[in-house]
């Protein structure tokens, strides 16, 4: 007869996940680059924003990055939303005349 006693469950927050800047992240970061790339590809094309050409990709993770850290209280929300808000903020269309 085994008197081992159950493992008790563990609580969301006792999981871990993987830091976005650990060798086990890297798959978020792939899916948040290939999601950001594919927004900055749509915008640019119903010019909702104007990102130079020259622009790498890198940055405008940046972008997105910088408006996350300066804007917490839109967390909130959906991903959609807030690299829209990042990227015209950041490369707004010039006017047409």
């Known amino acids: 007869m085994c008197t081992c006693r159950a493992r008790p469950p563990i609580r969301p927050a006792q999981r871990s996940k993987p830091r976005w800047n650990s060798p086990e992240g890297w798959l978020p970061r792939a899916k948040a680059t290939g ?36 804007n917490p209280k839109d967390r909130h929300d959906t991903a959609l939303v807030l690299i829209n808000h990042a990227l015209v ?7 047409k005349k």
């Open 35 to 70: 999601y950001v790339q594919g927004l900055r590809d749509m915008g640019d094309v119903v010019g909702l924003f104007c990102t130079p050409n020259q622009a790498p990709l890198s940055q405008v993770i940046d972008v997105v990055f910088v408006y996350l850290e300066k």
């Open 89 to 95: 903020k950041a490369f707004p269309c010039p006017a």
